[in-house]
Antibody, heavy 115, light 110 residues
Framework: EVQLVESGGGLVQSGGSLRLACVAA????????MHWVRHTPAKGLEWVSG???????YYSASVEGRFTILRENAENSLFLQMNSLRVEDTGTYYC?????????WGQGALVTVSS | QSPLTQPPTASGTPGQRVTISCSGS????????VYWYQHLPGTAPKLLIT???RRPSGVPDRFSGSKSGTSASLVISGLRSEDEADYYC???????????FGSGTSVIVL
C-alpha cells in the first residue's frame, strides 16, 4: 500500500525556521518525483515545491529563496526546510506524488507562524 | 493571485447538474493537461479527474471533465450531499515553471 507520513509541523514565530519530513512506503521512492503542496486559509491549495528523481528542484515564487526541498533516497524520505517563515505561510503542508496528477497525498502537517 | 480563475461558489439541489469553470491562458491550460481535485475539510485532497477528462479508478462517473483552448470544466451530474466540498483545477504553467492550482470553488448542496 502506498503511504506518505508527514511530521515536523508546529508553532513558530515569524522569521523562524521549521523542517518538515515525509516518509514514503509502498513504491519505488528513488524513481519518483515528489512534491509539497500547502492549504492556506487565504489561497486554498498552493503548490510549494517539487523535486525530481534526478534531484532537480522547483519552487513557487512565494517560497523561492526561503524554502529548500531535499530527498534522502536511502531513507525513503522527503524534507522541506523552511526558513524566514511568514504569517502567510501558515497552513497544512502535504507531501505528495503521482504520475498523471497527484494521486497520493499524506495526511498533512500543520504549520502555524505567529507574529 | 492564481493564474487559474474559478468561481468562488457553485450550488445545486440533490440530483441537479453543477458545472465549475476554470479559466487560464496559453501558458498553462493551453499548454498542458488539466487535473481536478476534491478537498473536504480536515482530509487530504483527492484526485478526481486526470489528463483533462479521465477518471481515476474509484471516482464515480457523475464526475466528468473537459477542456477547450485555455478553459476547462468539471461537471457533477446527479449532485449528492457528500459532494459538498471545495474543488480545484490544476495544471503546469510553462511561464512560471511551476504547478498551479485554481482559486478553488466551494460546492454547496442546497
Amino acid at each position: 500500500e502506498v503511504q506518505l507520513v508527514e511530521s515536523g509541523g508546529g508553532l513558530v514565530q515569524s522569521g523562524g525556521s521549521l523542517r518538515l519530513a515525509c516518509v514514503a512506503a509502498g513504491f519505488s521512492f528513488s524513481n519518483t518525483d515528489m512534491h509539497w503542496v500547502r492549504h492556506t486559509p487565504a489561497k486554498g491549495l498552493e503548490w510549494v515545491s517539487g523535486i525530481g528523481s534526478s534531484g532537480d528542484r522547483y519552487y513557487s515564487a512565494s517560497v523561492e529563496g526561503r524554502f529548500t526541498i531535499l530527498r534522502e533516497n536511502a531513507e525513503n524520505s522527503l524534507f522541506l526546510q523552511m526558513n524566514s517563515l511568514r504569517v502567510e505561510d501558515t497552513g497544512t503542508y502535504y507531501c505528495l506524488t503521482g504520475r498523471d496528477g497527484f494521486d497520493c497525498w499524506g495526511q498533512g502537517a500543520l504549520v502555524t507562524v505567529s507574529s | 493571485q492564481s493564474p487559474l480563475t474559478q468561481p468562488p461558489t457553485a450550488s445545486g439541489t440533490p440530483g441537479q447538474r453543477v458545472t465549475i469553470s476554470c479559466s487560464g491562458s496559453d501558458s498553462n491550460i493551453g499548454s498542458d493537461f488539466v487535473y481536478w481535485y476534491q478537498h473536504l475539510p480536515g482530509t487530504a485532497p483527492k484526485l478526481l479527474i486526470t489528463t483533462d477528462s479521465r477518471r481515476p479508478s474509484g471516482v464515480p462517473d457523475r464526475f466528468s471533465g473537459s477542456k477547450s483552448g485555455t478553459s476547462a470544466s468539471l461537471v457533477i451530474s446527479g449532485l449528492r450531499s457528500e459532494d459538498e466540498a471545495d474543488y480545484y483545477c490544476a495544471t503546469w504553467d510553462i511561464s512560471l515553471r511551476s504547478h498551479v492550482f485554481g482559486s478553488g470553488t466551494s460546492v454547496i448542496v442546497l
